[in-house]
């Protein structure tokens, strides 16, 4: 005799008042009569409750067959209480894939209580923290905080999360190694079927490499913009610088038309021509410079370079200059130490000769009288060179941005 409430036999197309008084090759196909009677069989000849999972009718079932002595007949029974199981089978293999989706998830999750106690960390949180999960259970969340963070912060989280919403937000926290990281995060609560909050979870990313780029990125914007407006300040410089030769050369060309002017005031005008001409070319030479150096095409040819003989033709050279100017006040003195005067070094004697050149040059613009100073010297083996003036100089707060671009 099978016996069981009404509602599980409804659920197999079954009442009570069909199922009295029928074999179980009634209800049953032959594999599942078979199972059935061999383990009722066991639990009358136990006499114990026999427990065991079979299919009925498509379907699956927990079974406790427990043996009843003595009924009013006299003959021994079994109650059979049977639970459909294919609910229970199906929400226990939901559990297991959600329970493997947080165990496997690439993102850190961890639960917690209403308190804030850790309940449960899986792997990649253990990853990313550098926390055991025996050694964060029962400890509070907030084993991570840097201190970064105010009380204000804190707060507004947890007023969220207790009212029901989720709270998103960036932390800023300490691993268990003692380095910090960035965190973007998402917390929220968990409800039990009545509604009401039972702990919360939250699933984060560990942000820090991208932190890190977005600053780089920032930074390296920051640092275009104020390039941008050097260069900006550096081509409206240059159209000044190469609009003023331009003009000396174009005023006093159209001078020398005037057929009235005397001997000297032609060779004045020819040595301003000259010198406005010089003066652009050397312009030009530095702006094609510029273009090779920012097109990463500026060669630099290493070669036998006499330093001695390039220092007397600078000398001769920017003499002839301080004459041509008509700075009779100002002196220029080349010094060479002793004991150096055929020395030969491996350098690109062009690039040497040209960043003198425009030293020396800038140095005979911004100096009207005393003198300038130029040569080198000797220490550790290194070669040092310099130019020194007795003009205004750059003032202290400004020796800096002279290293800047442009």
């Known amino acids: 005799l099978l016996m069981a409430d009404g509602e599980e036999l409804y659920s197999m197309g079954m009442s009570p008042d069909t199922i009295i008084g029928k074999k179980l090759k009634d209800f049953s196909g032959a594999k599942e009569l078979k199972t059935l009677e061999k383990h009722y069989s066991e639990a009358f000849s136990r006499g114990k409750k026999v427990s065991f999972e079979t299919r009925l009718k498509n379907q699956d079932y927990f079974i406790n067959a427990i043996p009843i002595n003595g009924n009013e007949n006299g003959n021994s029974s079994l109650l059979v209480l049977g639970v459909n199981a294919t609910v229970i089978k199906k929400t226990e293999a939901e559990l297991l894939k959600l329970n493997q989706a947080v165990y496997q998830a690439p993102s850190p999750i961890v639960i917690t209580n209403m308190k804030g106690e850790i309940t449960y960390a899986n792997p990649k949180f253990e990853y990313v923290t550098g926390y055991s999960a025996p050694e964060i259970e029962g400890k509070p969340a907030s084993i991570l905080r840097s201190g970064k963070h105010n009380p204000a912060f804190y707060r507004d989280l947890w007023e969220t999360i207790l009212g029901g ?242």
């Not at 939250?202 to 390296?220: F, W």
């Not at 150096?340 to 613009?365: F, G, M, P």
């Open 165 to 406: 919403q989720t709270w998103r937000g960036e932390f800023f926290n300490t691993k268990k190694d003692g380095t910090n990281y960035w965190e973007l995060a998402s917390i929220s609560p968990l409800k039990n079927k009545m509604g009401r909050i039972i702990g919360f979870v939250k699933v984060s990313e560990d942000v820090t490499e991208i932190k890190h780029i977005q600053r780089e990125l920032k930074e390296a914007k920051d640092r275009a913009e104020i390039a941008n407006i050097y260069k900006n300040n550096f081509l409206a410089n240059m159209s000044h610088e190469i609009r003023t030769p331009m003009n000396g050369i174009i005023g006093f060309s159209n001078l020398l038309k005037n057929t009235g002017l005397t001997t000297s005031e032609k060779e004045e005008y020819v040595r301003i021509i000259h010198n406005n001409s010089l003066q652009l070319l050397n312009l030009i030479d530095d702006i094609i410079d510029i273009s090779k150096i920012e097109a990463g095409e500026l060669k630099i040819v290493i070669g036998e370079c006499h330093i001695i003989q390039l220092m007397y033709e600078l000398k001769l050279m920017f003499e002839h200059e301080k004459d041509m100017l008509r700075k009779d006040e100002l002196e220029i003195v080349l010094k060479i130490p002793d004991g150096y005067e055929n020395l030969v070094v491996k350098t690109d004697s062009i690039r040497i000769k040209q960043i003198l050149t425009n030293l020396i040059s800038n140095a005979l613009k911004f100096t009207h009288q005393g003198k300038i100073e130029f040569g080198f010297e000797i220490k550790n083996a290194e070669m040092i060179f310099f130019v020194k003036d007795t003009g205004i100089g750059i003032p202290e707060d400004k020796l800096e941005i002279i290293f800047n671009r442009f």
